[in-house]
């Protein structure tokens, strides 16, 4: 592009819009691509354009609003769609609910190559059908193709976002203790679990409550996965004391533990186990009496169906301390990202 007079522009298209303010009007007093007129240049210079920006013969460069067009459509996703482009940005909505998964190296590497700016909601989060979860732009108007070139390059074979929608699940719940199973104080976790899971997709096929022993436990957890159980949660004795019996009956089970303890609190002593396909998570007692804990962060990826990994639990340290707030606003808040 090339700044040129107005008086001079006679007859070239201009590379951008020209907004007016007057009279209670503001917006586009001439778009990107009008010729310009003879009789256009009395209103460009009450707009105040003394010079504008018109194209020039360059196959190097390209507009804002078709890099932002280029950029989108180098990260589709499944599960949201793309809006624009509006003051040369694309914008990403979700179109269902579910866990949004960011490649954040991917991401750093587009952003360091010059011009391309891509922000998004981090790595993760748990979304609304509607919420707003990614945008798009180039910063100046026009910028080297050759930007735009490599960030396609970079997608190839990738993808930079996802959205994994929540799967339908079994669940069985295990409450554990001798006070509990003898009736000498009333179960609280139930209660508590219920109104977590009832914000997804699933089907609570039982409850069970047991006394402190293995092999009660493993049998209900066994009853529960022969009945086709795609998620067991257990609750009780889920510390390291000597009479805490859950995660010795969880392995038992044959399952695979992923990992007894996590790097975040609330819910430290959080288990998380896989036998098969199943989901095994013992919860220890903070989701009672916190709002928020460990087992709300990881439900949004249970139900999506991707597994949790080590790797996965280990993020949980860096954003892993929850603060406590007056009023919890999870997750929109620092606690649980991974």
Same mark, same amino acid.
């Given at each position: ?17 020209? #907004? ?51 950029l ?62 990614a ?30 929608p ?47 022993? #293995? ?32 995660p ?21 002593m959080?288990l ?20 928020t ?6 439900l ?8 949790? #990994? ?9 954003g ?19």
């Open positions: 592009m090339k700044k040129v007079k107005v008086e001079d522009a006679v007859g070239l298209a201009l590379c951008h819009d020209v #907004t007016a303010m007057r009279d209670g009007f503001k917006g586009a007093a001439f778009k990107r691509g009008h010729v310009i007129r003879s009789e256009d240049i009395p209103a460009l210079l009450d707009c105040g354009k003394r010079t504008v920006f018109v194209w020039e013969d360059n196959a190097g460069e390209i507009h804002e609003e078709d890099a932002a067009l280029r989108a459509a180098m990260a589709p996703v499944v599960g949201a769609e793309y809006s624009g482009p509006s003051e040369g940005k694309m914008l990403l909505k979700a179109s269902e609910r579910g866990m949004f998964r960011v490649d954040t190296a991917l991401l750093k590497e587009i952003n360091g190559i010059g011009d391309i700016t891509i922000c998004s909601l981090p790595d993760h989060f748990p979304v609304e059908k509607g919420d707003r979860i945008s798009m732009r180039i910063v100046p108007l026009v910028t080297e193709e050759a930007q735009i070139i490599r960030a396609e390059e970079l997608c190839r074979g990738k993808k930079l976002f996802r959205l994994l929540y799967r339908q699940l079994r669940v069985g719940l295990i409450i554990t203790g001798s006070e509990i199973y003898n009736g000498r104080i009333k179960d609280k976790f139930e209660s508590v679990a219920r109104a977590k899971l009832e914000k997804y997709p699933c089907e609570i096929i039982g409850t069970a409550i047991c006394d402190d022993e #293995t092999d009660m436990i493993v049998g209900e957890a066994e009853k529960m996965l022969t009945d086709g159980a795609d998620l067991i949660v257990f609750s009780g004795g889920m510390s390291v004391d000597p009479d805490d019996l859950t010795g009956a969880i392995r038992a089970l044959g399952a695979d533990i992923v990992s007894h303890g996590v790097p975040s609190q609330p819910g430290n959080t998380v186990a896989y036998l098969g396909d199943a989901a095994l998570i013992g919860v220890p007692g903070a989701a009672i009496v916190m709002p804990t460990v087992f709300d962060v990881l949004p990826q249970i139900f999506t169906g991707e597994k949790l #990994t080590k790797k996965d639990l280990i993020a949980l340290g860096d892993g301390l929850c603060r406590l707030c007056g009023v919890c606003r999870w997750p929109v808040c620092t606690f649980g990202r991974y």
